[in-house]
């Protein structure tokens, strides 16, 4: 298709390495004012490397750049700015400590003083329906608030091209909406939005033309709302994903853990406190806690573990018996075992070999890796072997720190630690958070069928897709309090939806409703 | 060409076994140019500083004396380190363990037997930890950072031995100097050698050793490098950070303190105003030198001790101030941090923007 | 009776200038994200080659320029390995303080029990006429109204600029701050660089001003009590001048209750200042455990772009 317009952006044969690795291949893709352009992909498929160059935070090996037809050389953040590209960070870029107002003018011209954009903030806020209060310190906001924060920072430095990295990762379905209507009306005043994602629903609604990228390389280039879904999805991954089914056992088990108003103040300033949780989890069943990050997960998830005990001993049974004041290490010799969230720092220590990793959550409860103390690292390194092998991790070297694991190998490595446990019951915070489609279908698979096996487990996540393609039931935590569970089969995501903004009581009669 | 610092994706083996070696010698071209610039022949500076003291008896004893409180202290410093604990309060506490080791000979001298040499050295363990465990009550209670609560107990413990000495355990037959009455035989520690040194530089080495295995090999080992390098994950192996901080706290300040009760039992064999030319502090050194291994501690403990009798001799030989060896001491810290950098990185020459204009 | 208590005011602004000079210094580094423990090391390097300069030149001006430059060309040593090779923080400031321990050693050899130049105070004309304050408050050296303009111009650079911004956005997170598109080394380069000034400085006023003559280790850990000042100041210009003035206020009722002989041990009244130190840094940080306020988020933390 040939379009005699100027394009406002047009990358011609873009290549980006690091190392030995390419992350672009002569990517090309051509962008025009007024319009919303997705850059489609599955986790590193090199969007974000793409549109860094773009930004000028990384520097392309090859190819050029081109503004309105001319050839640029985009050499720093401050250069795009200048020619009229903004960017909305998907990890926010802001500064906890500052204020909206000096969050804001922190990335303007040195020439904007804090006052004058606490002026102006007014005026855009109004423009495009983003209330925010000048003074109010970031730490304070959730994370809709932030993104606005983002988002009013690129607007007040009057960009052709917006260039907004999976802006709706944190976003409940509500805010989506308001979001949605804001870009629209930003592509009407004939500015361009490069939007990238991998939610195939959002961008064919949203946008007019896609790119997409695979494994670096640019595999199409059409209009999204013309092409079917399974196609789409077809060029993003590659190869059929299996889906992994929620079939647990025929009936339900015994209760492996039960909960019983678990109440929690938060640990941190900027954290939440858990009030009155009260849950059970049969064995046989996925079951999944849905919500915004940021509504009381981690705090959630550092109860259950045992990482923070907690009274009364019995707000938390394992397997009957009360455990709330035992550490998370009790709670692992009693079969129970816990993947946290972030998988390098938290869950394996960065500067540890795979070996030295399994240490960290096994040491203490397989009798035959220590020997009166003395640690068998032989015996280590055997089992990190045996996982390696048993679920797909690929390392370049036999024995590498964790941290030169790409995300989804670290990821599978951590979920075969725990697996390879064989534990009864499995606590899992974010399980495929920031990893590749072929690994979040591993990991799935291996949670289902730990299920299948007797299994009581708990996924913690903000991904709505895994939850449906996963859970038997799902419940919802939202500031701090859990909703009641309900079967996953007839429980809509608008329903979810209004459950995670606050705003819908978790009534059974009314899930009917939305089902009928 | 711009130069640019990127990390490794692991760890370099060879780095790792050269970077000390890499120091040392980066030390001793800078100790040559050091020694131009004050006036002196360089290859003279650097043979009275860094060899003589190797080459006589009587100093290469002398050696081996002043290397066993560096070799004790530091191996505790090592694990405190290795935690991420920061005691750098070790003087203090060395002070600390001497004046506890010196009640019994001082305040009950006709407490005499076999037994007392032991209770000495026992006390100087107890007030050495005692003292380290102010600053973790400080941290651990109330969030006060340990750097400056352990250091300002330095000051503290050095005015009260001055008051000490000075004061209620002045020796009363001492002429109004201010030391206390000579220890007595059972108080003093066997010597070995054939002057000063003691069975406490044994002592050292086997305590270097046991803890270079304890940090390795052992789950509390592993437990405390963990707290020290991902506190999250530790917390997630089910370590306490708080009992970390006491332990390795109470750890070092006591081998401190017990390098400190040696030191009154051994050489000094009385208790002065004066009795470290900073050992405490030039210990962080030699744990930074044995890159946080108390096994590497003892080496590095004897390069350390090499450059305060070097300084000496080289103030003798040839007119240079001992103040130098300070100089040497933190120029080999410095090299030490930087070349240690190299083993988790490497430099890479980044080229300017190549043009992108016009493409292909 | 007025006489003595002017006295006792002037010997504590005596005393607390060094301490709030460094602070001041330590605090824009911190801000920046970087922990500089050399402090220590600058100010006594500040100190000898003050001394030393006012002794080649003859002038005590020209020895505070010395002694600026000596806490400036040491913090740039610590500013190489810290932020171009990315060291520990700790431990390259332990080595700044021990390296600059020895340095001064050196230099101040040749001039021990040499007598000193001192800085003239400077009477601000009229001001100084007046009674009772004027003498307490416009009678002062140079240093003394640096210190107090540098309170005030850091506050305004921090609280008001977009440099003092910039600084603080750099050490509350410096990832971002890189990937808005500023350097993050340069900025901290040029905050360690300020603060090396200002612990040299505090150093030339020891050895020109409060006692003018070179005594070996005379920066007596008041670089350590700088450092804790900035975490009593809870990292804010305004009251790291309230905490200075109390330090110094400290020393010297130390100093006047040994001379007046209270019938404590000298030792223990010495100790104070420390004791002091210890006790405000456990009380300000068990309240702040709670507050916001807190250390910059980056403090402490290398950045390798």
């Known amino acids: ?516 | 060409m711009w130069l640019r610092l990127e990390r490794r994706s692991g760890r370099s083996a060879w780095m790792a076994l050269l970077s000390p070696a890499a120091a040392f010698a980066l030390t001793l071209v800078t100790g040559a140019v050091l020694f131009l610039a004050l006036g002196k022949d360089p290859v003279a500076g650097l043979y009275f500083f860094f060899v003589e003291p190797v080459t006589v008896a009587w100093s290469l004893e002398e050696v081996l004396v002043k290397m066993t409180p560096l070799a004790l202290i530091a191996a505790g410093l090592a694990v405190c380190f290795a935690a991420s604990v920061w005691n750098i309060g070790a003087e203090g506490q060395f002070i600390l363990g001497a004046i506890a080791g010196s009640f019994w000979p001082v305040v009950l001298p006709d407490l005499q037997g076999p037994l007392i040499l032991p209770l000495m050295l026992l006390s100087g363990i107890l007030g050495g930890a005692l003292f380290a465990s102010l600053p973790a009550l400080f941290r651990v209670r109330f969030g006060a950072n340990e750097i400056l609560t352990s250091l300002m107990l330095v000051y503290v413990a050095e005015l009260f031995l001055d008051w000490l000495v000075r004061g209620p355990w002045r020796n009363p037959a001492g002429l109004n100097f201010p030391e206390t009455r000579p220890f007595h035989d059972w108080a003093s520690m066997p010597v070995i050698g054939a002057d000063r040194l003691n069975i406490g530089f044994l002592a050292a080495l086997a305590v270097c050793l046991l803890l270079a295995f304890a940090l390795s090999r052992t789950f509390t080992g592993f437990g405390l490098r963990l707290s020290g390098t991902a506190p999250q994950a530790a917390r997630f192996a089910g370590i306490s950070r708080n009992g970390t901080i006491y332990l390795v706290m109470a750890l070092s300040g006591g081998l401190a303190g017990l390098a400190g009760a040696m030191e009154v039992a051994g050489p000094i064999g009385q208790l002065r105003t004066q009795i470290s030319p900073g050992y405490g502090f030039t210990a962080i050194i030699v744990a930074f030198l044995a890159r946080l291994n108390p096994a590497g501690a003892i080496l590095a403990a004897f390069v350390l001790s090499v450059t305060f009798i070097g300084g000496e001799s080289a103030q003798i030989a040839i007119g240079v101030s001992d103040k130098i060896t300070r100089v040497f001491q933190g120029i080999l810290l410095f090299y030490v941090l930087t070349c240690d950098v190299f083993i988790l990185h490497r430099l890479r020459w980044v080229r300017p923007v190549r043009r992108l204009a016009g493409g292909s | 009776m007025f006489d003595m208590a002017q006295a006792i005011a002037l010997t504590i602004i005596a005393a607390s200038t060094p301490l709030l000079l460094a602070a001041i210094g330590e605090l824009v580094v911190e801000r920046s994200g970087v922990l500089n423990l050399g402090v220590e090391g600058m100010m006594i390097v500040g100190a000898a080659a003050g001394f030393a300069g006012a002794q080649l030149t003859g002038s005590a001006y020209a020895g505070i320029l010395f002694a600026l430059a000596a806490g400036g060309v040491l913090s740039m040593l610590f500013a190489l390995l810290v932020l171009f090779f990315a060291t520990n923080q700790v431990a390259t400031g332990l080595s700044i303080t021990l390296l600059g321990i020895g340095i001064a050693g050196l230099l101040g050899q040749g001039f021990v029990g040499v007598p000193g130049v001192k800085l003239d105070a400077i009477a601000i004309p009229l001001l100084s006429e007046i009674p009772l304050l004027g003498p307490l408050l416009f009678r002062h050296d140079l240093l003394v109204y640096l210190s107090i303009a540098l309170v005030a111009g850091t506050w305004y650079l921090l609280a008001r600029t977009r440099l003092g911004l910039t600084i603080r956005a750099v050490g509350d997170n410096h990832a971002s701050a890189h990937a808005i598109g500023y350097n993050v080394l340069a900025v901290r380069c040029l905050a360690i660089l300020f603060g090396g000034i200002c612990a040299g400085l505090a150093g030339g006023y020891l050895s020109l001003v409060y006692t003018p003559q070179w005594v070996e280790g005379m920066s007596a850990g008041r670089g350590w009590i700088a450092v804790a000042l900035v975490v009593f100041a809870g990292w804010r210009p305004l009251r790291a001048l309230a905490g200075a003035y109390l330090f110094g206020a400290v020393l010297i009722l130390q100093f006047h209750a040994q001379a007046a002989g209270v019938g404590i041990p000298s030792q223990f009244l010495s100790a104070l200042p420390y004791i002091a130190t210890i006790v405000v840094l456990v009380v300000i940080s068990a309240s702040r455990r709670s507050a916001s306020g807190a250390a910059p988020a980056c403090l402490g933390q290398p950045f390798v772009p």
């Open chain 1, 1 to 516: 298709m040939t379009d005699e317009r100027i394009p406002l952006l047009e990358a011609v044969e873009v290549t980006k390495r690091f190392g030995s690795f390419v992350a672009n291949d002569r990517v090309s893709l051509r962008l025009f004012g007024g319009e919303v352009h997705a850059l489609l992909g599955e986790n590193g498929a090199g969007k974000s490397t793409l549109v860094k160059c773009f930004f000028g935070i990384n520097r392309p090996d090859g190819g050029s750049i081109r503004w309105r037809g001319q050839a640029v050389e985009v050499a720093s953040p401050a250069k795009a700015r200048e020619l009229g590209i903004g960017m909305v960070f998907q990890h926010f870029s802001l500064f906890d400590a500052l204020t909206v107002a000096e969050n804001i003018a922190v990335a303007l011209p040195m020439s904007m003083s804090v006052a004058r954009v606490a002026g102006e903030l007014a005026a855009i806020s109004a423009r495009y329906g983003l209330p925010l209060k000048p003074d109010a310190v970031v730490a304070d906001l959730s994370a809709g608030e932030r993104q606005r924060v983002e988002i009013v920072r690129c607007l007040m430095q009057n960009p052709d091209l917006i260039i907004m990295d999976e802006p709706t990762s944190v976003l409940t379905p509500q805010e989506v909406e308001d979001l949605f209507a804001m870009l629209q009306q930003l592509t009407a005043e004939g500015r361009a939005i490069l939007y990238i994602s991998h939610k195939l629903d959002e961008v064919r609604r949203l946008c007019q033309r896609a790119t997409v990228l695979r494994l670096g390389k640019v595999v199409a280039d059409c209009d999204p709302a013309q092409v079917p879904k399974a196609e789409l999805a077809r060029m993003m991954v590659g190869e059929t994903v299996h889906a992994a089914r929620p079939a647990g056992l025929a009936q339900a088990g015994e209760d492996a853990l039960v909960v019983d108003r678990l109440s929690l103040p938060a640990a941190s300033l900027f954290g939440t406190d858990l009030r009155e949780i009260s849950f059970s989890l049969p064995a046989g069943r996925v079951s999944a806690i849905a919500g915004i990050a940021g509504n009381g997960q981690s705090e959630l998830f550092a109860a259950l573990s045992g990482e923070r005990p907690c009274a009364p001993d019995t707000a938390i049974r394992l397997f009957g018996r009360p455990a709330g004041r035992l550490g998370i290490v009790e709670r692992r010799r009693m079969n129970a075992d816990f993947i946290s969230e972030d998988r390098l720092g938290h869950a394996t220590a960065p500067d540890l070999t795979l070996g030295e990793n399994i240490l960290v959550t096994r040491a203490k409860t397989d009798p035959a890796l220590l020997n009166r103390g003395v640690l068998v690292m032989r015996r280590a390194a055997a089992i990190s072997d045996r996982i390696r092998k048993a679920f797909d991790v690929r390392t370049a070297a036999r024995d590498p720190l964790a941290r030169a694991l790409s995300g989804g190998n670290l990821q599978k490595y951590v979920v075969g630690r725990a697996v390879d446990r064989d534990p009864a019951l499995l606590v899992v915070n974010q399980p495929t958070w920031g990893v590749d489609a072929g690994a979040a279908a591993h990991i799935r698979r291996t949670l289902v069928d730990l299920a299948k096996n007797g299994a009581a487990i708990l996924v913690i996540s903000q991904d709505l897709d895994e939850i449906y393609e996963i859970a038997d039931r799902i419940a919802v935590l939202c500031a701090g309090r859990l909703s009641d569970f309900h079967p996953a089969a007839g429980l809509t995501a608008e329903r979810i939806g209004l459950m995670m903004s606050g705003s819908g009581g978790p009534a059974a009669g009314q899930v009917a409703h939305h089902v009928a």
